[in-house]
């Protein structure tokens, strides 16, 4: 609840009223009262990878002939060679500590994305983050898929709980007029049930705080009726899990937002990456196997702020680059393939003779599942994403 989330803060830190909250005996069954969804069964989920993971690692383009001169230090082997990529084929490989989602690439329900990048050719991960989640070329102080929630069928009609974020915070791409929900695993240190029941009754009358706090309490009281004690718990798999409980209940949100850190790999990366993307892998087959039947009317856009350098730094890391890898994923994506304009790597290719080079902006990606995925008509595609006209909308993206 944007609008309400700055006074609520206040009040009770930085979770918001819509987090964590022992709420049962306030809520009854109130829980129910967030059964309303948007109109249709389409599921929408986005995962931020904040620090900019090395989309040349995640998704290696083996096939190049300049990579190994780039990257041999870091490089992995060919596909059938011991530790070596799994094949997206025959030109790119996916690192092997993702296997499960090369089983989905190999059902047609997944596809990498490479030679992307957002609205920025800068470097700075806080401008970068802040552009990738506003959707402009710009900073702006809400996000293209709060925007977009406005352009939903059925926006308007009472009750209605579209999306929710996941996480400690409210991430930028939520922000914005449009409520929404937010999920966060419990905590020890959370206040006393009865006090939220105190602020309830004293803030009832009140035209800001009242509504929101009483918000607060619904969408506790929803996550609390869905997830098992043992499925709030922190860490990405466990709340990539949840996010798909959730969305599979009847009447649950249909958009979601998730972030996971960890990919600014500037020292020793073969290490780190191995770790984050175990993790990433994971998250991404619990959302899948939590969504259940639904799976099958869902579209997963996983990106990052920017990718790493082509060549490999003197700590076996990689620097801030510019485009990188992202993926699509769920039942309803038309996978089994890479989808990239591919600009090379050899001499004069690279973009400021240091980066894999852009040809694809991740705005023509999201545009096209707002379009094709959540059913949004051309003016609200437009509204989510301002001044970005001469970006068209992807199309091909989804099952036919």
Known sequence: MRRHLPLIGSLLGRRGLLLGLTAGAVLGGARLALGAGPAGEARLVVVLLRGALDGMAAVQPYGDPALTALRAPIALPEPGQEGGVLDLGGFFGLHPRMPKLHAMFRANEAMPIHAVCGPTRSRSHFEAQDLLESGASQRMTSGWLNRALAGLP???????????????????????????????????????????????????????????????????????????????????????????RLMAAPGGPRVAALEIGGWDTHRAQVQGLRRALAQLDDGLDALRERLGPAWARTAVLVMTEFGRTARVNGNGGTDHGTAGAAFLLGGAVAGGRVLADWPGLGEGRLHENRDLAPTLDLRAVAKGLLRDHLGLPPAAVDAAFPGSGAISARSGLLRA
């Open 154 to 244: 059925g926006h308007g009609r009472g009750g209605n709980r579209a999306a929710f974020a996941v996480g400690d915070d409210l991430p930028l791409i939520l922000r914005g007029p449009e409520p929404v929900g937010m999920y966060a695993p419990t905590r020890a240190d959370r206040p006393a049930p009865d006090l939220y029941a105190r602020l309830m009754e004293l803030n009832h009358a009140d035209p800001v705080t009242g509504p929101a706090i009483a918000e607060g309490l619904r969408a506790r009281g929803f996550t609390a009726g869905v997830l098992s004690p043992t499925e709030q718990r922190d860490g990405f798999v466990e709340l990539a899990g949840a996010a798909g």
